[in-house]
Each structure stands twice: as structure tokens, then as C-alpha cells.
């Protein structure tokens, strides 16, 4: 199976670092884990999938950022997101200060010949079939859930039907993160909203370097302040300022990723108005600092 069980520490190898690995499924075809932690500082891990294998890392909690080899793919994967590595790569991956938890699946692909094929069908697939990819999940279903929540609920009561139940939301599970790989992270809204909330949330996401003050925001969808501020708090699990801090970290995160950009340009470029700013809000959200996402690998040992 792919060998993902090893951790590299950083420079010191405290209590609240030890990562608590544990074995939820095993059968001929799927290996199921559970990875726990609560980190003081970013650790990085090294990782590598055989070419007959495939690997999904689901986040209940936490955040990482994923590299390949040569780095020149990065992914930020959030809580409530899933990293999925297919058919042959390997990397490492640099996890967050903070609670950490983590549910990976580990596959024999020849097993799951209809899920083996269709992945490789993918544009995404290299010629060899290979595919590095992560992106947001936990948006509910026709089904009234999400492939996320029910691995993790049959993986907590295992009986004789959780091997079939956790092979049916790995094929959901690869199926949004090839198709959907662009979903929101961090200002992914949850169940039904209200029409005004819902528009505010797309005018947020299209442009959020916007200045968006509470009395901006309710006059855009012609709401009080007060009236906004009171609705958004019962729509979402958190108020409008820090939605809007959110949309602007994510963005500005694929920004330190993917560009050399210095950080104080991104900070204004993306609204925080100061590289303290951003680099506050990066340590609440992703438990990284922005230098630290550049430099990946930094607390290997």
C-alpha cells in the first residue's frame, strides 16, 4: 500500500507533537486510517504512491500544504477538504500548527478497476494515468450529506458492510476532487441560506480585496447593518468580518503558492491592508505562516 506512515519531526520532538496514527479498516482492497495531533510548530511528512496505488487524505480538521517532487505543484488543503494522489507519485506535505485530523484511504487500484479507469480517463491524468489533486467536500449531496460524513461515520461503527460503504464514498470522494477541485476551502457556506446572504456570499467570493465593511456589505443587498450582521451570524457558523478575512486568505494563499510575489504586495493586493495583517490571519486559518509555505520542508529533519 502506499508507505505514508512515517513523520519527519522538526527540530524539537515535544509530547504535543507526536502523531497518533491508528488503523480503522483493512481488508484486500482499502486500508482506512485515522491521524491525530495537536501541533506547536509545522511538521513536515514525506509521502510516496506506487503506480498501483491510489491515496486519499480526507480533513476533519486542520489544514496542510502538499508539494510534488520537483514543486511544481503546491495544493492548500483545508478542513473539510480531501488530497488525493493517484497511480504513482510522491511528495511530502507540511501540516499546520494547531488540532490536525485526518482520515486516509489507501487503495489497490486493480481492485477498483471501474474507479481505476475512470481516473485515468480524466483530463487531469497524465499520460501515465498519474493525478495530484485536492480540493473542498463537504457540500451536501441529493442524499442529504456528503461522501466525507459518511467515511467518517462508518469508519467510527465498522461492521460487516463498512468495506462496501467506505469503497462507495471513495468513488464520491475522487468524483469531487476531479471534477470540483476548485471549491472553496475556507468560505464553503453550509446547507440552505437565505437569497440575500447567498448573493453577498458571490459578490464576497468574486472580488473579496474589496473593502467590505459591515455597512458596505448591507448596503450591497439593502439590508441594515445591524439586520446583516444579526442574519449572517445564524446563516453561517461565523460573522461577516471573518467570512470576509477567509476569502481573502484563500486567495492570497494560492498567491504565496503559486507566484514570488512579495508578501507585503499580496497583503495589499488582496485587502488585508498590512503583511501583519495577513500573516495573523494565515497563522488562524491555516496554522502556516506565509514564509513558512514557501519554504516547505523547512522543519524536516
Not at 473539510?80 to 493517484?86: D, M
Not at 463537504?138 to 459518511?150: M, V, Y
Not at 475522487?174 to 464553503?188: D, F, I, M, Q, V
Amino acid at each position: 500500500m502506499a508507505q505514508t506512515k512515517n513523520l519527519s519531526y522538526g527540530r524539537r520532538n515535544s509530547p504535543d507533537r507526536e502523531w497518533n496514527r491508528e488503523l480503522l479498516l483493512e481488508s484486500a482492497s482499502v486500508r482506512a486510517y485515522r491521524g491525530h495531533c495537536d501541533l506547536s510548530q509545522p511538521v513536515s511528512r514525506k509521502f510516496s504512491v506506487a503506480s498501483d496505488q491510489g491515496w486519499v487524505a480526507l480533513s476533519s480538521e486542520g489544514c496542510l500544504i502538499a508539494q510534488s517532487p520537483q514543486g511544481e505543484a503546491r495544493y492548500l488543503v483545508g478542513a473539510r477538504s480531501g488530497f488525493l494522489v493517484f497511480s504513482g507519485l510522491s511528495g511530502q506535505v507540511v501540516y499546520g500548527r494547531g488540532l490536525q485530523d485526518w482520515i486516509e484511504i489507501e487503495w489497490e487500484i486493480d481492485r477498483l478497476r471501474p474507479l481505476r479507469d475512470w481516473l485515468k480517463s480524466r483530463e487531469i491524468a497524465t499520460s501515465e494515468g498519474r493525478i495530484m489533486v485536492s480540493g473542498g467536500l463537504e457540500a451536501e449531496d441529493s442524499t442529504g450529506g456528503s461522501p466525507l460524513a459518511r467515511v467518517r461515520q462508518a469508519l467510527t461503527q465498522t461492521h460487516d458492510g463498512t468495506e462496501p460503504l467506505v469503497i462507495g464514498a471513495l468513488y464520491e470522494l475522487c468524483a469531487k476532487l476531479t471534477c470540483h477541485a476548485t471549491r472553496p476551502l475556507l468560505g464553503e457556506p453550509e446547507g440552505e441560506l437565505p437569497d440575500s446572504i447567498a448573493n453577498l456570499i458571490k459578490f464576497v467570493r468574486t472580488d473579496p480585496a474589496r473593502s467590505w465593511s459591515l455597512r458596505d456589505a448591507a448596503h450591497e443587498i439593502g439590508y441594515s447593518p445591524f439586520h446583516l450582521s444579526r442574519t449572517f451570524r445564524a446563516s453561517m457558523p461565523y460573522g461577516f468580518p471573518e467570512y470576509v478575512e477567509r476569502c481573502r486568505a484563500e486567495v492570497a494563499c494560492q498567491d504565496v503558492l503559486t507566484t514570488r510575489e512579495s508578501v507585503e504586495k499580496i497583503a495589499i493586493e488582496k485587502g488585508f491592508g498590512s503583511a501583519q495583517a495577513m500573516r495573523d490571519a494565515f497563522r488562524r486559518h491555516f496554522g502556516l505562516l506565509p514564509n513558512e509555505i514557501r519554504t516547505l520542508g523547512v522543519y524536516t529533519v
